[in-house]
């Protein structure tokens, strides 16, 4: 598969074609029911054909990217480090919630090791992308160099090549890595203008004295490393993490490929942020999954300007609402396809039609 | 099939187990992931498992009751009443939304016909129960007798009979019927007590002189009829519609005989509401399938007591919205089945856990 540098991409994302958005309304406006009675559905419908030109998923793939977290010696997480590892053997094994969900819709997954501090064997499924093992805690210096977090985004632009190559008509972001909801509230702190407490939240469910503790941290983080806000790799290599620059490549790839992305939650917005911030045309690929329980995940939806698809509460990351998005985008496409016009189900239009 | 009678069905209701509520989520906490991360997924594993001893769904199936309403004499409809047998034609030949989606997970239709205007020949999938050709206009007198309120509900509480003979562990409502916005909007103000206009909006797209028409209406209904909100048979013999008592039936069929169901938007929710207040425990076999675009909705929601699963600003109706939920409660019961432990997956469970 050929290597896709940074700029390439970017240079090479175009606006979704809104002749193409209109054509599609008007085709499911043609169909028997009340026009636009399926909400959202149809809006999901419209951008997935505008986008690829199909009105069928011929194969979904979830990526989670895993990495590791300097900044874990600092005690923002509730879990122990070396469970990144053991969730990575957990997937490769089809155990983990990302794997039942996946199923549950029919969707592959690849884990994607981006940079735990393990060294993997070669196994069914995982792709071995190591960038490095962990970041350096980011309260202390930066999470890692500008070359790394390029060559991360590279890694996740090299997965949507591998979609586009291997016909995967949908794509979706997962990650995996303890302690990794402090780099993403740490990258929506200084990407939205937010204060760090208004965007830190209890990840896998810390208790109020480390919160309080993990807010510090990202305080401490932010003003030793002084990241740009306008400089999107300036902010992943200096508070970040290398499965959060696997994600921004992947969803940056999608959009430089024409491929509709599906991001799923805290973790997956803090990538697909910094891409949607690399190129503007970006958010017009993405479909946010869910609405997460971070607190600080709303603030970077409201910035990418995408409104998540469902709220359930979930707060597991993986790739888990992504999974679940994916089939209701499926059965939206489902709709369009399979529903009846007014003229061949001998239905008569309404007068608003 | 047995009939049963509506007051059986009523004594043979009971709470469901807190006891079996608590050890399905003592399964759940087992799972390797953070406690509670799946968020509203375990909520619906654990109601499912605690309400049908299984954790695992044999057969899905959407009821789509139907029927007519005299009160589209007053115009409150953008659609004339003839599409009403015309969209029943639609669902028998499988080319309506509900039939995409429940295609889509995996779901059974049936229609029943409660109420039609037109004499249907026996067909697949149709299921011949009318008990009137369309309710009589509820703005100049009672839309049925409070024996055909009761023969309505008792067609439900067959069809919920059905369920469990034929071993569906998941049912769904769904209705069809031009007007049927407008006794829905009717019962809600009834039975929430806010103001017609509060409760009543655009259904399948009216415009604006004919919304303050429809409440104007629906007010000289309720003034003329005077239903008794403490009396669920008498609002439904007054203001309501065959179909709606059909839907009322299943979902308090499905609480007597211990089956899940799926209660689709506004019309369904009507239905539910009349079920919820025969007995006070009907609303814990109710998933509330979406938040409907219609504004009465959220009120009836809040009086069952029940959080809608999706929020997709859909308005359509024949189930469509139950079909999609059934999908997210079928993933959950997968995650639940499927996730390894924390011992079996060889992971450190976290300090919270």
Known sequence: ?????????????????????????????????????????????????????RDEIRAKRVFTFAGDHGVTEEGVSAFPREVTPQMVFNFLEGGASINALARQVGAAVNVVDMGVDHEFAPAEGLILRKVGRGTANFAKGPAMSRADAVRSLEVGIEMAALCREQGVDLAGTGDMGIGNTTPSAAIAACMTG???????????????????????????????????????????????????????????????????????????????????????????????????????????????????????????????????????IEAALRALREVKTFDDAGVTPGSEQ
Not at 11 to 18: G, T, W
Not at 40 to 46: G, P, T, V
């Open 1 to 53: 598969m050929s290597r896709i540098d940074l700029q390439t991409a970017i240079d090479s994302i175009r606006p979704v074609d809104s002749a193409k958005l209109a054509a599609v309304q008007q085709r499911i406006d043609s169909q028997a029911k009340p026009q636009g009675a399926l909400g959202r559905l149809e809006e999901f419908a419209r951008r997935f054909v505008a986008i690829t030109g």
């Open 194 to 328: 937010h204060t760090v407490a208004e965007v830190t939240f209890r990840g896998t469910g810390i208790d109020d004295a480390a919160l309080v503790n993990k807010i510090r941290v990202i305080e401490t983080g932010l003003a030793l490393n002084a990241p740009d806000p306008k400089d999107p790799v300036d902010v992943l290599a200096k508070i970040g993490g290398f499965e959060i620059g696997g994600i921004a490549g992947l969803v940056l790839g999608c959009a430089a490929f024409g491929i509709p992305v599906v991001v799923d939650g805290f973790i997956s917005t803090a990538g697909a942020l910094i891409a949607s911030e690399l190129h503007p045309n970006v958010r017009d690929y993405i479909f946010a999954a869910h609405q997460s329980v971070e607190i600080g995940h709303g603030a970077m939806l409201a910035k990418i300007g995408q409104r998540p698809i469902l709220d359930l509460d979930m707060r597991l990351g993986e790739g888990t609402g992504g999974a679940l998005a994916m089939g209701l």
